[in-house]
C-alpha cells in the first residue's frame, strides 16, 4: 500500500475525533463541535453539513453508554458519517469531561461489512487536541432566538465566536452538544432529527488499528 494512501487514512480518522473537532472532514471545511456538553445516554441529533462549495454531507452523533475512566465518569460519545469515501463510518470516543475540556481516551472505529478496529493510546495522544466543552469560554451571547430547522422550531441562545470563526444556536433539549444550528465562513451546519433512543452502532470484538485493512475497503 502506498504510503500517502496510508497517511491520508489515518489523517480522516484523527479529524474525526471528537476531542480534536469532530465532525471535520477537511479541517478549513467544517466545523468543530460547538455547544454545551450535556451527556445523556440514549440522546442525539442528526445534521446537514454544508461546505462552501455546496457539498453536503449527513452525520449522526450521539450518547451511547457510560464508563469509569481512572476515578470520572465518561461517556462514549458515537459519530455516523454515511457518506464518507470509504462508505458509511461509525466512530465512538470515550470521552471524560476535563475540567473545561473534554478529552478523549479510548477510540472504536467501525466500515460496513468490517470487524471494529480501536486506536492505539498514543496515536490518540498524538492527534488529539481539546476540545472546549463550553462553548461560552470561546464566543459572545448575542441572544434568545427563534430558530426553524428540518426537525422543528427551538428556542435556542445566540453565540458568536469571538474569533470570527462564526455562529451558533444552541438549545437546551437537545444533545449531546445543544448544537441547533452553526453558521461559519466556509461551512454551516443545521439539525435535520432530535435523537432520543440512540443505540450503539458498532457490532463485533474490536481488533487493533489497521490501515491497511482500511486501505484495502477503499480500494475495493
Not at 479541517?27 to 445534521?47: E, F, I, K, M, Q
Not at 465562513?185 to 443545521?190: E, P, Q, T
Request: charged letters at 20%; a positive charge.
Amino acid at each position: 500500500m502506498k504510503r500517502g494512501v496510508r497517511l491520508g487514512i489515518v489523517a480522516i480518522f484523527c479529524m474525526l475525533l471528537p476531542a480534536a473537532a469532530a465532525a471535520q472532514f477537511g479541517r478549513s471545511a467544517s466545523p468543530t463541535l460547538r455547544g454545551v456538553w450535556n451527556p445523556v445516554v440514549g440522546s442525539g441529533a442528526a445534521y446537514e453539513l454544508t461546505k462552501k462549495d455546496g457539498t453536503k454531507t449527513e452525520m449522526e452523533m450521539a450518547i451511547v453508554g457510560k464508563d469509569s475512566v481512572d476515578g470520572k465518569e465518561g461517556y462514549w460519545f458515537e459519530i455516523t458519517v454515511s457518506d464518507s469515501p470509504m462508505g458509511t463510518m461509525v466512530m465512538k470516543s470515550l470521552s471524560v469531561r476535563d475540567d473545561q475540556s473534554m478529552v478523549t481516551s479510548r477510540m472504536i472505529m467501525q466500515m460496513a461489512n468490517r470487524p471494529p478496529m480501536e486506536m492505539p493510546a498514543q496515536m490518540i495522544k498524538a492527534h488529539a487536541e481539546k476540545q472546549p466543552a463550553d462553548v461560552r469560554q470561546l464566543a459572545d451571547e448575542v441572544g434568545a432566538e427563534s430558530v426553524t430547522t428540518p426537525a422543528g422550531t427551538f428556542n435556542t441562545t445566540h453565540y458568536r465566536m469571538k474569533d470570527g470563526s462564526g455562529d451558533v444556536w444552541v438549545a437546551d433539549k437537545v444533545g449531546p452538544y445543544g448544537m441547533v444550528k452553526y453558521q461559519g465562513k466556509d461551512s454551516s451546519m443545521v439539525l435535520t432529527k432530535v435523537i432520543t433512543d440512540a443505540k450503539d452502532k458498532i457490532t463485533g470484538t474490536p481488533q487493533p488499528f489497521n490501515p491497511m485493512a482500511m486501505a484495502g475497503q477503499q480500494q475495493r
